[in-house]
């Protein structure tokens, strides 16, 4: 099992940065694949970036070159740094583990195995 723990999220304005942590824990051969997703009220839980074992990274085309994922060199932690925000970004944001490789949409191959609790970012016109 992968214990997944997210942190850094909270309230910024238009323009705004933010990065969000994620702290791994557990089985750490249980996973391929590591994804931040975000869910805004009412729409589905949409992938935002992944990231896997040899490196190769994957993003939705919504935050592409703004935002921007990656791990410690000991791969317990994963991170993503999020650049000139947008309300349309707000949302919880999920932190994920999964078998596989990256995907384009910035999710993985196979289907996520863990989450974590999720963090709230708001942005505020």
């Known amino acids: 099992e992968v214990v997944l723990q997210e942190s850094g999220g909270g309230s910024v304005q238009l323009g705004g940065s933010l990065k969000l942590s994620c702290e791994l824990s557990?089985?750490?051969?249980?996973?391929?694949?590591l994804a931040w997703f975000r869910q805004q009220p009412g729409k589905e839980r949409e992938g935002v970036a992944s990231?896997?074992?040899?490196?190769?990274?994957a993003y939705a085309d919504s935050v592409k070159g703004r935002f921007a994922i990656s791990q410690d060199y000991s791969k317990t932690t994963l991170y993503l740094q999020m650049n000139y925000l947008s309300p349309e970004d707000s949302g919880t944001y999920y932190c994920?583990?999964?078998?596989?490789?990256?995907?384009?949409?910035?999710?993985?191959?196979?289907?996520?195995?863990?989450w974590g609790q999720g963090t709230q970012v708001a942005v505020s016109s």
């Open positions: 557990g089985n750490s051969n249980e996973w391929g694949c």
């Open positions: 994920a583990a999964a078998w596989g490789y990256v995907r384009g949409g910035g999710t993985c191959s196979s289907g996520i195995a863990y």
């Open positions: 990231i896997d074992r040899h490196a190769g990274t």
